[in-house]
T-cell receptor
Framework: GQNIDQPTEMTATEGAIVQINCTYQ??????LFWYQQHAGEAPTFLSY????GLEEKGRFSSFLSRSKGYSYLLLKELQMKDSASYLC????????????FGAGTRLFVKA | SAVISQKPSRDICQRGTSLTIQCQVD?????MFWYRQQPGQSLTLIAT?????????ESGFVIDKFPISRPNLTFSTLTVSNMSPEDSSIYLC??????????????FGPGTRLTVL
């Protein structure tokens, strides 16, 4: 089966750095996404990793290790507006592409 | 990129009725996806809708409850049939341009917020 795990909630302080981990067990791996979702809104794309290593994009970085089935999203210089849910999602190719989502991590940024 | 619109944006329905949600994309895509997001939870894939073939449903979802149409490469509908309060969710349409090559993201519509009384 396909399984994606990430912490349910995290709390961090404004200006700090936070790392949100994601582990997955899937077949037909074809890439890993991170999405940000504010309450009542659709998910917003943050990053996509298909090869091992670190992808940096401004205050956000995402890391992937395919051999370990592991990814993390790193958020630097946290701002209050970063309080949201962060969704780890894996694209799989099982004769056709589809994307499976983890349960999401709710991040609370406090002053 | 792809711009996706959904209709209606929200609706309040009575138990036992059906609602059809429309999804329109501004470009042609082979694969469209329908997701459900129940309150406080993440996204669950309902089905994959490919133009010209029957939709492929995920475990726990059946065609009688969630019939899907995909008449062309830019449009799809999802019907939520014989609704109950447990169907209260946000329903999201999504496209994955991977089938066109070179893209690295998946696009979501704004969602349809359904409340069943």
């Amino acid at each position: 089966g396909q399984n994606i795990d990430q912490p349910t909630e995290m709390t961090a302080t404004e200006g700090a750095i936070v790392q949100i981990n994601c582990t997955y067990q899937t077949s037909g791996f074809n890439g890993l996404f991170w999405y940000q979702q504010h309450a009542g809104e659709a998910p917003t794309f943050l990053s996509y990793n298909v090869l091992d290593g670190l992808e940096e994009k401004g205050r956000f970085s995402s890391f992937l290790s395919r051999s370990k089935g592991y990814s993390y999203l790193l958020l630097k210089e946290l701002q209050m507006k970063d309080s949201a849910s962060y969704l780890c999602a894996v694209r799989v190719d099982t004769g056709g592409f589809k994307t499976i989502f983890g349960a999401g991590t709710r991040l609370f940024v406090k002053a | 990129s792809a711009v996706i619109s959904q209709k209606p944006s929200r609706d309040i329905c009575q138990r036992g009725t059906s609602l059809t949600i429309q999804c329109q994309v501004d470009s042609q895509v082979t694969m469209m996806f329908w997701y459900r997001q129940q309150p406080g939870q993440s996204l669950t894939l309902i089905a994959t809708a490919n133009q010209g073939s029957e939709a492929t449903y995920e475990s726990g979802f059946v065609i009688d409850k969630f019939p899907i149409s995909r008449p062309n490469l830019t449009f799809s509908t999802l019907t939520v049939s014989n609704m109950s309060p447990e169907d209260s969710s946000i329903y999201l349409c999504s496209v994955d341009p991977q089938d066109r090559g070179g893209a690295d993201t998946q696009y979501f519509g704004p969602g349809t917020r359904l409340t069943v009384l």
